[in-house]
């Protein structure tokens, strides 16, 4: 079991080295570092979840705010949970 979970964290930390750029930063100090390693792993969470909705056909379409707001507008006031414009 701890095998299975050492293999995932290894793989975000070998994907940061090597397509992320964090085995040599190109940044001085914990600030500009530390926000380089966020970064990265952001970038890392969206290419997760476009290889997760690649792999899942049935899952919805990912909307930005304004799209969300624009089809909760669209669509009529009694369908919508209370609480949303």
Request: charged share 25%; proline share 5%.
């Amino acid at each position: 079991m701890s095998q299975q979970k050492r293999k995932r964290i290894e793989e975000v930390f070998g994907w940061l080295k090597t397509i992320g750029l964090m085995r040599q930063t190109r940044f001085r100090g914990r600030r500009r570092v530390g926000w380089m390693f966020v970064f990265s792993l952001a970038v890392y969470n969206l290419v997760r979840i476009r290889t997760w909705r690649s792999v899942r056909r049935d899952a919805p379409p990912l909307l930005s705010g304004l799209q969300q707001r624009a089809a909760a507008a669209k669509e009529p006031a009694s369908n919508r949970p209370a609480g949303v414009l």
